[in-house]
């Protein structure tokens, strides 16, 4: 399996650009989870999905950010407009119910937005 | 206001000595702990978990004690390895009924071993 992948590795974008991340789970897992890590924050969770429906949303910073996932093999996560304080590492994680919470994270995806 | 707080940013270790990596928690609720390990430009890997039921779970040279009591775990590699270079997240969740919880984690320890 190629473990969970995430497009692009790194992004460099201006302030006001829309940027959309995406994430592709690891077959036959039902949960989908983005995260963010910052120097202050650490690594928070922003939301999560199972079989495809969001189920928690509260840790989206601002109506400015919006996820999908229009099929079980597919992802995104969107920001418009970006900010400068949305650089950041954005992670994807996977896992399947009954596996004791045990996530499956993706190499991450470096914004930096200027 | 953190739940899960790893209060030392760095551990430096010499090669073959034992590492231990603390981690405390609030939320009396967490049932479910766990450690990843995170290497530069990677996602983090799930190293070794504990349920709440348990104080202790081994799996070869990395050990996870838990103290309900005083909210705290910690994570033991012994011997230390330079490969074992690395931050540390601990992370805890609430398992409601058998659904799914999610993941709180704390900021992570770099974990630096020297030869």
């Known amino acids: 399996d190629a473990g969970v992948i995430q497009s692009p590795r790194h992004e460099v974008t201006e302030m006001g650009q829309e940027v959309t991340l995406r994430c592709k789970p690891i077959?036959?897992?039902?949960?989908l989870f983005w995260y963010r890590q910052t120097m202050m924050r650490g690594l928070e969770l922003l939301i999560y999905?199972?079989?495809?429906?969001?189920?928690?949303d509260s840790g989206m910073p601002e109506d400015r950010f919006s996820a999908k996932m229009p099929n079980a093999s597919f992802s995104t996560l969107k920001i418009q407009p970006s900010e400068p304080r949305d650089s950041a590492v954005y992670f994807c994680?996977?896992?399947?119910?009954?596996?004791?919470?045990?996530?499956?994270f993706g190499p991450g995806t470096r914004l930096t937005v200027l | 206001d953190q739940q899960v707080k790893q209060n030392s940013p760095s551990l430096s270790v010499q090669e073959g000595r034992i590492s231990i990596l603390n981690c405390d928690y609030t939320?009396?609720?967490?049932?479910?702990f766990l450690w990843y390990k995170k290497y530069p430009a990677e996602g983090p890997t799930f190293l070794i978990s504990?349920?709440?039921?348990?104080d202790k779970n081994e799996d070869g040279r990395f050990t996870v004690f838990l103290n309900k009591s005083a909210k705290h775990l910690s994570l033991h590699i012994v011997p230390s390895q330079p490969g074992d270079s690395a931050v540390y997240f601990c992370?805890?969740?609430?398992?409601?009924?058998?659904?799914?919880?999610?993941?709180?984690f704390g900021k992570g320890t770099k974990l630096s071993v020297k030869p």
């Open positions: 994680a996977s896992n399947v119910l009954g596996s004791h919470n045990e996530q499956f």
């Open positions: 077959s036959g897992h039902d949960y």
């Open positions: 999905f199972n079989n495809n429906v969001p189920i928690d």
């Open positions: 939320n009396s609720m967490f049932d479910y």
């Open positions: 504990i349920s709440s039921i348990k």
């Open positions: 992370a805890a969740s609430a398992n409601y009924g058998g659904s799914q919880g999610n993941l709180i």
